[in-house]
């Protein structure tokens, strides 16, 4: 039986960080919508089920999408914020796309797991966030992408060490990186030209996701996401990319100084 991830699990994250900042009712929205996100998420990581059962209950979740039957809670806010279901069953394919070790042949084929992962959600969420402006959208796919590619970089090395790349295989052939290298924690001449590289595309989206004037009070919460992530990709870069050693973070009062420059900047603009 499909059903949202528990309150306090879809708690731990830099988005239900940026979630509290939201008014009160569309940050209750905000959070059945990511409890959500958090559940199919975690079915296609679930170590404790074979691929079968995963793929099984990621499909229970696409036939309660298409049928109308989404748990009650998220079948309100889907209906009240007019969010468009294909969003809802794109973001599950993208998760489908993760239970077995990935690989994505070039940047295009990666981009298209990011616009699944990422930016479908940031285009749901900009309908519960109250925006109205046609180029909000633009802004979620952009930030989608910066937000994901940030992830992929942070999460190279643990990824490695679950079988995963999502570095595109020609990136590597392109900087003489092999996947063995990857995979045995190795980081070779062109891993880190490979890495800087990658960031510049992650930086590019970064700078591309400008948010509407008209739109800068409702994106208050991904301008603090999108502050967190550029500060990890900032922190990425200046520490060489240490992936297969430590994993870069942001602290609680780090985020919490975060959202306030952001609140700050928001009501002096």
Known sequence: MIALAPAESAKRS???????????????DAMIFFR???AVDDIADEAGR???????????????????RLPAELETVVQIHAIERTLLSEIIRGCAMDIRPARFETFADLEKYCWRVACAVGLASVRIFGC???????YAE?????????NILRDVGEDAAAGRIYLPLADLHRFEVREEDLLQGKSPSGFLPLMRFEAGR????????????ADKQELLAPEIMKAIYFRILSRLEKSQFP???????????????IALAQTLRLRLS
């Open 142 to 150: 952009n930030l989608g992408h910066a937000l994901q590619l940030t």
């Open 243 to 257: 992936v297969f050693a430590r994993r870069i973070h942001i602290g609680k009062t780090e985020k919490l100084l």
């Open 50 to 68: 074979n691929e079968e059962e995963r793929r099984h209950l990621l499909q229970e979740w696409l036939a309660a999408v298409e049928s109308h």
């Open 14 to 28: 830099h988005l239900a960080f940026a979630l509290l900042w939201l008014p009160v009712e569309r940050r209750r």
């Open 132 to 138: 109205k402006e046609s180029a909000s959208t633009l």
């Open 36 to 38: 959500f996100c958090r």
């Open 202 to 213: 992650a930086r590019a989206r970064f700078h591309a996701a400008v948010p509407p004037a």
